[in-house]
């Protein structure tokens, strides 16, 4: 999103046109408010289609999170890039692009990539937890009162201590968990790291919540312990760059 936005700063006025394409993931979503709510907090400024039926994903024979199409001024598909990553790239794309409907423009300079020149590693695959797509086995399992739903995994009991937790084995340096606190009201999470106190963390509404960062690269156990009866948990991502 920050290469969207400076892209969207940058190129606007030479004749680039940025438009979202939201394509739910999960059912929460399809919420018009949920996705208003975000383009509010990240500052997103160009315009988002809402495309809860898939009918874009498919025209374009889409099946990657995110995925960056390059339209040229003929209407043809110049570039594109399923994932994060090669950021510089795309920007000379977009420059290719704009020149060739106005080769007298002064472009600058393309932003380099943060963290270019680190180390990445390939990480566990995306994790997801409910019985759509999602298996309890050799990278995730429950301990304690858990119920799994199409979607997710939702925590059934509230305790006085944190005793129920998932339990994660990866390989990665970035770890994040899809969840909610499904009644509105904050909840908290309780991490442990490889048998050791990591942090809580504090869940709201349903988001991406960052669980570890990519200060190092990590092969070990993550358990995350919940309380209250109201947690919902969708899937893990996982990032495999030491920043």
């Known amino acids: 999103m920050p290469h969207l936005k400076d892209w969207q700063a940058k190129y606007s006025a030479s004749g680039l046109v940025i438009i979202g394409v939201h394509t739910p993931e999960f059912d929460f979503e399809k919420d018009v408010a949920n996705v208003q709510a975000a383009l509010k907090k990240f500052g997103v400024a160009y315009p988002v289609v809402m495309d809860s039926d898939y009918e874009i994903w498919s025209l374009y024979s889409n099946s990657f999170w995110p995925n960056k199409f390059l339209i040229n001024k003929d209407g043809q598909i110049v570039y594109n890039h399923a994932g994060e990553g090669n950021y510089k790239e795309a920007e000379l794309a977009i420059q290719k692009a704009l020149l060739e409907i106005n080769p007298g423009l002064k472009l600058p300079e393309p932003t380099e990539e943060e963290g270019s020149g680190g180390i990445c590693y390939p990480t566990t695959a995306e994790t997801y937890l409910g019985s759509l797509r999602g298996r309890q086995g050799n990278v995730w399992r429950v301990r304690g009162d858990w119920k799994i739903f199409p979607e997710y995994i939702a925590h059934e009991r509230k305790t006085a201590d944190f005793e129920d937790c998932i ?49 190092e690269f990590i092969k070990g156990e993550l358990k995350i312990f919940a309380k209250d009866e109201s947690v919902k948990a969708y899937a893990f991502t996982f990032g495999g760059c030491v920043k």
């Open 167 to 215: 339990v994660l084995d990866f390989e990665a340096a970035e770890v994040n968990l899809v969840a909610e606190a499904a009644s509105g009201q904050p909840t908290k999470l309780r991490l442990g790291l490889n048998g050791k106190f990591l942090k809580e963390l504090d869940i709201r509404e349903a988001r991406m919540y960052n669980l570890i960062s990519g200060k």
